[in-house]
């Protein structure tokens, strides 16, 4: 059976045994190859992946943990500087409000005190002062008349004494002040008037075109000719300043 048998010399068919034999071996170690290659080569390939990804999402968990850590001790650290700043906040606040009150207070300590009730309120008043002629000649006297309006919504009373109500004579600057009717002539009469919404109560007042200072003591001396102004005042409220000259 192992003898080779048929028309050629034995050497051919050992031959062809032979090579036969050993292509079947290379094939067979191909295909053990291929099989290995393709179900146990590609183990050793996708281990590493897991163990990497296990490295990656490792680190990745200790990088978050860090930065929380990290982010807790600042917010930590932060809160505690705020609620510091907070502390101080509010008492510097209550400080702040302390002192708005006693300014308020204060502010209303020095402030007129409101009118009684039924009188008239200098939020209700208002004053206007004009001299009655632009121009006079030197050594005559200037006339004023001064108007006090009731520009309320409701009638009310108020003391009009000459001794309360004020015509004073400036420099054209405003910056000198020439007389005033109450320097030499202080009067305490009261003058009660009951103003209803509109009405006006009128006062006229001469000038002897001479200086004048409070509790008339200084020597009284004649104005030369120039511009001058006159304001009025009642009070706590003053009128606009109204010019008017003295001429030669």
Request: with cysteine.
């Amino acid at each position: 059976m192992l003898e080779p048998t048929g028309p050629l010399p034995p050497e051919i068919y050992w031959r062809r045994r032979i090579l036969a034999i050993g292509v079947s071996v290379v094939v067979l170690a191909l295909v053990i190859w291929l099989v290995v290659a393709l179900t146990g080569g590609d183990d050793p390939d996708q281990n590493p992946e897991p163990a990497a990804a296990e490295v990656t999402t490792s680190a990745t968990t200790t990088a978050a943990d860090a930065s929380a850590d990290a982010a807790s001790a600042s917010t930590t650290r932060s809160g505690g500087s705020s609620g510091s700043s907070g502390t101080r906040s509010a008492g510097d606040s209550a400080s702040e409000d302390a002192d708005d009150e006693d300014n308020t207070s204060t502010s209303a300590t020095t402030s007129a005190a409101p009118a009684p009730p039924g009188q008239c309120s200098d939020q209700s008043l208002a004053v206007r002062v004009t001299a009655d002629e632009p121009n006079y000649r030197v050594g005559s006297e200037p006339d004023f008349t001064i108007v006090i309006t009731n520009i309320g919504t409701s009638q009310c009373e108020r003391d009009l004494g000459a001794g309360l109500q004020q015509v004073l004579v400036y420099s054209l600057d405003g910056n000198e002040r020439l007389w005033a009717n109450t320097d030499c002539f202080p009067e305490s009469t009261a003058d009660i008037r009951s103003l209803a919404p509109g009405d006006q109560a009128a006062y006229s007042v001469k000038w002897s075109a001479t200086t004048s200072e409070p509790g008339c003591q200084a020597p009284r001396e004649p104005v030369g000719p120039g511009a001058y102004t006159v304001v009025g005042q009642l009070g706590g409220l003053r009128s606009a300043p109204e010019p008017f000259n003295i001429t030669p």
